[in-house]
């Protein structure tokens, strides 16, 4: 089980970017997806998950009406669309996967790597003018 992070980069406060967790070795359209970012000197945190099976979706307050999380079954690849981000935005942002349904929001919020056991490399993000 393997996932691959792509799509961050530097952008200017209002911008967007699309980030894609890419899955090698397995069908993503059976598992849960999770997006958690770390800022340097913060603890981890939950962004968005995308539930398994009923397509339910989770997403933090901070980032609600902002970003969108989405499931493309014949790229095997799942993605988190960030509109109108801010410096606050900055941070690492990682994706893992787990083969069942996620009890949201509780394992969406908490990060914990025995939710979702398999986890991508992660992707800078950097907000700034």
């Known amino acids: 089980v393997q996932l691959v992070e792509s799509g961050g980069g530097l952008v200017q406060p209002g911008g967007s970017l699309r980030l894609s967790c890419a899955a090698a070795g397995f069908t993503l359209d059976y598992y849960s997806i999770a997006w958690f970012r770390q800022a340097p000197g913060k603890e981890r945190e939950g962004v968005s998950c995308?539930?398994?099976?009923?397509?339910?979706?989770y997403y933090a307050d901070s980032v609600k009406g902002r970003f969108t999380a989405s499931r493309d079954s014949a790229k095997n690849t799942v993605y988190l669309q960030m509109d109108n981000l801010s410096p606050d935005d900055t941070a690492i942002y990682y994706c893992a996967a787990v083969d069942r349904v996620v009890r949201m929001p509780t394992e969406c919020q908490r990060s914990r790597e025995r939710d979702f056991p398999s986890w991508g490399q992660g992707t800078q993000v950097t907000v700034s003018s």
């Open positions: 995308l539930n398994a099976n009923d397509g339910r979706t």
